[in-house]
């Protein structure tokens, strides 16, 4: 993958990425963060196998149960990026670790994949729970692939079987509340409510957040099909989340929310803020693509620069290019978990098929063009008078959108965390 520079040194950021190590352009995430954020541990994964750099993050937790050989096919698609930052919650310091995932998807002609999701999901967890149990907060974020709740879906065909799928039984499990969370949830959280993973009964260790401060609210979606339109009437799925650890939830999260007014891609934007301040690391972790010897501005060996090509490579993957974020399979299955055909209940037809003089049915999806990363990003006024007025933020002491911003695939809609005392409009 050919990384650029303007996209991966962005001023007032310092970035960090994953990219698939199989198959160019695949899969991938990003991790931004704002100089006033700047973490001190950052790694690529969730194994350890790709860290081999000081500055990790650490506790991988228990992976008995993985061979060698599945651990490194886990991380060989740039699904994960975690980095580690230290907050100020109450007078004391203390560590929050965001671990920022693009989850595969479960492919119904490929049963291996099925399995390969739901071992992602288990290292995922156990990952996430050991570096908790290691005493730093824990924030997962980013493209889960899985709608958690019928609530959370468009149309879900059939409640009894809906709630069967294994990625939902996983998210049962992960999350405090799993099934019961619909039923005591009813009512808006208030300063009584009460979010442990001590209760017996809902043993999850995390939450998810846009639920705690929304639990009843309907048609929130983060994901529509490009191919039907499906955005233009809301027909889409909520699969993109912000999971916290039930304390850092209760204790410093303020709010959560989606932005699906923000387009450029088949998924919108969600945020978090929360009441703690950060303590940004003097300098970045290695893994900051600011230290990549192209952009490092180091002298490099020539031979670097002579690389045998394959054009024919090259040729193939210009004919089969990827869209932005997810493949059409995995768009169908977001939609249409049981395969039971096109959900929307319009035709759709491709060119390649079509017979000679028949006239094709357009589906006018959007007349914003596709969304670049770095539209989310403002730039940096330089030479500009301070103006008297009041600004239109009050400057306080949080963190909040912006501030961490987490990319799935470059093309794909941010999902942030911001420090509003840098007064930074939110994208």
Same mark, same amino acid.
């Given at each position: 993958?050919?990384?650029?520079?303007?996209?991966?040194?962005?001023?007032?950021?310092?970035?960090?990425?994953?990219?698939?190590?199989?198959?160019?352009?695949?899969?991938?995430?990003?991790?931004?963060?704002?100089?006033?954020?700047?973490?001190?541990?950052? @790694?690529?994964?969730?194994?350890?196998?790709?860290?081999?750099?000081?500055?990790?993050?650490?506790?991988?937790?228990?992976?008995? &149960?993985?061979?060698?050989?599945?651990?490194?096919?886990?991380?060989?698609?740039?699904?994960?990026?975690?980095?580690?930052? $230290?907050?100020?919650?109450?007078?004391? @310091?203390?560590?929050?670790?965001?671990?920022?995932?693009?989850?595969?998807?479960?492919?119904?002609?490929?049963? &291996?994949?099925?399995?390969?999701?739901?071992?992602?999901?288990?290292? *995922?967890?156990?990952?996430?729970?050991?570096?908790?149990?290691?005493?730093?907060?824990?924030?997962?974020?980013?493209?889960?692939? %899985?709608?958690?709740?019928?609530?959370?879906?468009?149309?879900?065909?059939?409640?009894?079987?809906?709630?069967?799928?294994?990625?939902?039984?996983?998210?049962?499990?992960?999350?405090?509340?799993?099934? /019961?969370?619909? &039923?005591?949830?009813?009512?808006?959280?208030? @300063?009584?409510?009460?979010?442990?993973?001590?209760?017996?009964?809902?043993?999850?260790?995390?939450?998810?957040?846009?639920?705690?401060?929304?639990?009843? $609210?309907?048609?929130?979606?983060?994901?529509?099909? %490009?191919?039907?339109?499906?955005?233009?009437?809301?027909?889409?799925?909520?699969?993109?989340?912000?999971?916290?650890?039930?304390? *850092?939830?209760?204790?410093?999260?303020?709010?959560?929310?989606?932005?699906?007014?923000?387009?450029?891609?088949?998924?919108?934007?969600?945020?978090?803020?929360?009441?703690?301040?950060? *303590?940004?690391?003097?300098?970045?972790?290695?893994?900051?693509?600011?230290?990549?010897?192209?952009?490092?501005?180091?002298?490099?060996?020539?031979?670097?620069?002579?690389?045998?090509?394959?054009?024919?490579?090259?040729?193939?993957?210009?004919?089969?290019?990827?869209?932005?974020? /997810?493949?059409?399979?995995?768009?169908?299955?977001?939609?249409?978990?049981?395969?039971?055909?096109?959900?929307?209940?319009?035709?759709?037809?491709?060119?390649?098929?079509?017979?000679?003089?028949?006239?094709?049915?357009?589906?006018?999806?959007?007349?914003?063009?596709?969304?670049?990363?770095?539209?989310?990003?403002?730039?940096?006024?330089?030479?500009?008078?301070?103006?008297? @007025?009041?600004?239109?933020?009050?400057? /306080?002491?949080?963190?909040?959108?912006?501030?961490?911003?987490?990319?799935?695939?470059? /093309?794909?809609?941010?999902?942030?965390? &911001?420090?509003?005392?840098?007064?930074?409009?939110?994208?």
């Amino acid at each position: 993958d050919l990384l650029d520079e303007r996209t991966a040194i962005v001023d007032g950021y310092n970035s960090y990425f994953s990219f698939s190590r199989g198959r160019s352009g695949y899969s991938g995430v990003a991790t931004y963060c704002k100089d006033s954020a700047t973490p001190f541990a950052a @790694e690529e994964g969730l194994t350890g196998l790709l860290t081999n750099h000081e500055g990790a993050v650490g506790c991988y937790g228990d992976q008995t &149960e993985f061979c060698s050989e599945e651990l490194q096919l886990l991380d060989n698609e740039g699904r994960a990026v975690i980095t580690q930052h $230290r907050i100020m919650c109450q007078d004391k @310091e203390q560590t929050v670790t965001v671990i920022n995932v693009y989850c595969p998807r479960a492919d119904p002609e490929k049963p &291996e994949r099925k399995q390969f999701k739901l071992h992602f999901y288990k290292l *995922l967890q156990c990952r996430a729970e050991a570096i908790l149990k290691d005493g730093s907060h824990v924030i997962v974020l980013g493209d889960v692939n %899985t709608s958690h709740r019928p609530i959370d879906h468009c149309d879900p065909t059939d409640i009894d079987d809906f709630g069967e799928n294994p990625g939902r039984k996983w998210l049962n499990g992960f999350l405090h509340g799993g099934k /019961q969370e619909e &039923e005591s949830n009813k009512e808006e959280p208030n @300063e009584d409510s009460e979010v442990t993973s001590t209760d017996p009964i809902h043993s999850g260790k995390f939450v998810d957040t846009f639920r705690y401060f929304h639990p009843t $609210r309907t048609n929130a979606f983060t994901c529509w099909s %490009t191919l039907t339109g499906a955005r233009q009437t809301n027909y889409g799925t909520r699969i993109d989340y912000i999971f916290a650890d039930c304390q *850092l939830s209760k204790e410093q999260f303020v709010a959560a929310d989606i932005m699906p007014e923000v387009e450029g891609s088949d998924h919108c934007p969600v945020w978090g803020q929360l009441s703690c301040s950060l *303590l940004p690391s003097c300098k970045p972790p290695p893994l900051c693509t600011r230290y990549l010897p192209e952009f490092a501005g180091k002298q490099q060996k020539l031979s670097r620069f002579l690389v045998k090509v394959d054009q024919k490579s090259i040729q193939s993957e210009q004919r089969d290019a990827l869209p932005g974020s /997810q493949e059409e399979g995995e768009r169908r299955e977001n939609f249409n978990p049981f395969g039971a055909g096109n959900v929307s209940g319009k035709k759709r037809t491709l060119d390649s098929v079509v017979p000679k003089g028949k006239k094709t049915k357009t589906i006018k999806t959007s007349s914003k063009p596709q969304g670049s990363l770095l539209s989310f990003f403002k730039p940096k006024l330089t030479n500009v008078v301070p103006s008297t @007025e009041a600004p239109v933020r009050q400057c /306080q002491k949080t963190l909040s959108l912006d501030e961490v911003t987490s990319s799935q695939n470059s /093309q794909k809609a941010s999902t942030t965390i &911001e420090d509003v005392s840098s007064v930074t409009s939110r994208v």
